[in-house]
């Protein structure tokens, strides 16, 4: 799970997985959810390297569950993730990378991409239809292109993947890319098919300052729903 971005984009504060949704740490929901699945042994969660010690209190006060490891993340996703894909155990043959900041994503959707490798499938993304039309621009805010929109998809994690195949994708990979946002992209730059399930619309990422207000309606309706 990487946890290490600081949430530029959310304003100024702690860093991102540490903030709160409904009271609750975003790192904690997220990292709750993922170890309720039921394919899931172990989290490894790379944290901001300055809130390490935070991190480890925080996930022991809410008591997971699972084992949950924590590493130092690094400067970029793709950093953080290959640092804690090194502190995977041994035994470990699926991986799932999600992102803290997705920390309404359903168990059931980790255990469906899980699912999906057992399967056969080798590298596998949620993903949903996209709302907008999309369109390519220049810098001078010129309109290039108008992509066609049922090709389109949004995806998401929990992202699932062989574990050889993503460590040989990391390997392989370029350091600092800024157009290799997930790691499916680094699965297809090596000329891996990626196969897509359907995502889920409560795995939206956390990002800019609405997503919180969206995130924090549908907690409420959940918690509501399971009141006592
Ligand atoms: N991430 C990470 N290490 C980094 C940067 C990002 O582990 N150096 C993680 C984030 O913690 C997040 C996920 O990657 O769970 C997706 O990144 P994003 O939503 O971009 O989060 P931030 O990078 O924190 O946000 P921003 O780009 O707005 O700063
Ligand atoms: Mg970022």
């Not at 959810?33 to 944290?47: F, I, P």
């Not at 990378?97 to 997705?102: G, I, K, L, P, S």
């Not at 990422?205 to 006592?228: C, G, N, S």
Request: no cysteine; charged share 25%; hydrophobic share 50%.
């Amino acid at each position: 799970m990487p946890a290490a971005g600081r949430g530029e984009r959310l304003g100024l504060g702690p860093a991102k997985a540490l903030r709160p949704l409904g009271g609750v740490p975003m790192l904690v929901l997220a990292v709750r959810a993922l170890a309720e699945a039921r394919g899931v042994d172990v989290v490894v969660v790379a944290a901001p390297p300055d809130d390490r010690a935070e991190v480890q209190a925080l996930l022991s006060a809410y008591d997971i569950g699972t084992e949950v490891v924590i590493v130092s993340g690094g400067a970029t996703r793709q950093e953080s993730v290959r640092r804690a894909l090194a502190a995977l155990p041994p035994e470990v043959e699926i991986v799932l990378v999600h992102d803290a900041a997705r920390p309404l994503a359903p168990s059931e959707l980790a255990d469906a991409v899980v699912q999906a490798v057992r399967d056969g499938y080798d590298a596998v993304v949620p993903a949903l239809p996209v709302a907008d039309t999309i369109k390519r621009v220049d810098e001078a805010g010129r309109v290039l292109e108008t992509l066609p929109r049922e090709q389109l998809r949004a995806v998401q994690t929990p992202q699932g993947f062989r574990r050889q195949l993503l460590a040989d994708a990391h390997a392989a990979a370029p350091p600092a890319d800024p157009t290799l946002t997930d790691d499916a992209g680094l699965v297809e730059r090596i000329g891996v098919a990626v196969h897509v399930v359907p995502g889920h619309p409560e795995g939206l990422k956390v990002t800019r300052p609405i997503d919180v207000v969206f995130a924090e309606a549908l907690l409420a309706r959940r918690w509501a729903r399971h009141a006592p």
